[in-house]
T-cell receptor, first 107, second 124 residues
Framework: DIQMTQSPSSLSASVGDRVTITCRASQSISIYLNWYQQRPGKAPKLLIYAASSLQSGVPSRFSGSGSGTDFTLTINSLQPEDFATYYC?????????FGGGTKVEIK | QVQLVQSGAEVKKPGSSVKVSCKPSGGTFSTYGINWVRQAPGQGLEWMGGIIPLFGTTNYAQKFQGRVTITADKSTTTAYMELSSLRSEDTAVYYCARARSMKTGTTLSAFDLWGQGTMATVSS
């Protein structure tokens, strides 16, 4: 199976900060990388697909980049509703896997 | 607006099985895949497996091979996930999610629609 490693596992930030989360795949996955946001008690929500494409309805402060094994999710000007847990996911293999998650907390 | 509607919470004994359903409201399966993802309390997301209802083809995570069965009934447009030989560690919220090709003509897929989740508790 392809292993997905996210870092950091948690971070504290303030409203207005720029936040960067990284995700590394154990082998090259081209751009088959998606990002999800999950708020407490809610189902995950797709933010970014194909490494850098913004899902419809998602604010433009969210952006993704990368290809191969290294990927980044950036949140510009963090808003109160952005405090949540973020997961990367690879869809390169039919056996799909998620990263361990990054919890973004209020400083 | 299509939603994925899952069956209600379950409480099961160790060693038994649980079967969770997932039905798109106001829509069909079309060519989409339906995947199952679980989340133990306080833990991350774990992909269990998926099915393409149109073809009936399935894929399962190695961890769950032999214990999980994912099916789809095209006549009722309902997908199912059954997990057997339950143990306490299977206590989790189980989500179904629609897998859709996000770029025409490619296999670049993502889970763009999720069910509300079904809590399954395994306890003696």
């Amino acid at each position: 199976d392809i292993q997905m490693t996210q870092s950091p596992s948690s971070l504290s930030a303030s409203v207005g900060d720029r936040v960067t989360i990284t995700c590394r795949a154990s082998q090259s996955i081209s751009i088959y990388l998606n990002w999800y946001q999950q708020r407490p008690g809610k189902a995950p929500k797709l933010l970014i697909y194909a490494a850098s494409s913004l899902q419809s309805g998602v604010p433009s402060r969210f952006s993704g980049s990368g290809s191969g094994t290294d990927f980044t999710l950036t949140i510009n000007s963090l808003q109160p509703e952005d405090f949540a847990t973020y997961y990367c996911q690879q869809s390169y293999s039919t056996l799909q896997t998620f990263g361990g998650g990054t919890k973004v907390e209020i400083k | 607006q299509v939603q994925l509607v899952q069956s209600g919470a379950e409480v099961k004994k160790p060693g038994s099985s649980v079967k969770v359903s997932c039905k798109p409201s106001g829509g069909t399966f079309s060519t989409y895949g339906i995947n199952w993802v679980r989340q133990a309390p306080g833990q991350g997301l774990e992909w269990m497996g998926g099915i393409i209802p149109l073809f009936g083809t399935t894929n399962y995570a190695q961890k769950f091979q032999g214990r999980v069965t994912i099916t789809a009934d095209k006549s009722t447009t309902t997908a199912y996930m059954e997990l057997s030989s339950l143990r306490s560690e299977d206590t989790a919220v189980y989500y179904c999610a629609r897998a859709r090709s996000m770029k025409t003509g490619t296999t670049l897929s993502a889970f763009d629609l999720w069910g509300q989740g079904t809590m399954a508790t395994v306890s003696s």
